[in-house]
């Protein structure tokens, strides 16, 4: 009768290890499972990452910036430019792109973002990510890269200053 006894606290207890064991290995895979997003506006699945330098929320996959994303689980959507949760706060513009109502200030385009200027409506300022200034105004247009060099060209000449030292190219 020993025998019976020591089988069934033997394999009681190794049940019992083989559960915790089971339990142990699903808490451990759904508690590291990586949040699935969503882009909003392309629909595709994405890896999403903060770019430390912009801050900015971006595509792990491809380094740019995601104006805004969704997560799947949750079902809240995020504003790409701050990671700010803006549930409620969407809509579609003109061309059925969806926007955050929150930045009018800022105008998102080919990936990336740009302050919008309060000049005339025919000038317009433009921070690139990467730090270079791009301004329009009229037909005019100037660009202040992040080293410092400037170009500026208009209808008849194009003026380029590098190292201090400008160049004037006229158009005939």
């Given at each position: 009768m020993n025998i019976m006894r020591y089988?069934?606290?033997?394999?009681?207890?190794?049940?019992?290890?083989?559960?915790v064991i089971i339990a142990s290995l699903f808490t451990w895979s759904c508690s590291d499972k990586e949040s699935e997003y969503v882009d909003l506006n392309t629909g595709q699945k994405i890896t999403i990452e903060k770019?430390?330098?912009?801050?900015?929320m971006v595509n792990k996959?491809?380094?740019n910036p995601v104006y805004l994303y969704v997560d799947v689980e949750k079902r809240d959507t995020f504003y790409g430019?701050?990671?700010?949760?803006?549930?409620n706060s969407i809509s579609r513009n003109d061309n059925g792109m969806f926007r955050y109502a929150g930045d009018e200030e800022y105008e998102y385009s080919n990936?990336?973002?740009s302050k919008k200027s309060q000049v005339e409506e025919d000038s317009k300022i433009k921070v690139q990510e990467d730090g270079d200034v791009k301004m329009k105004?009229?037909?005019t247009k100037t660009k202040i890269e992040k080293?410092?060099?400037?170009?500026?060209k208009d209808d008849d000449k194009?003026?380029?200053?590098?190292?201090g030292k400008a160049k004037v190219k006229k158009d005939k």
């Open positions: 089988m069934e606290t033997f394999l009681m207890k190794r049940s019992l290890g083989a559960i770019n430390d330098e912009t801050g900015y996959e491809t380094g430019r701050m990671g700010k949760l803006v549930n990936n990336t973002y105004d009229g037909d080293d410092g060099d400037i170009k500026i194009k003026i380029k200053i590098e190292d």
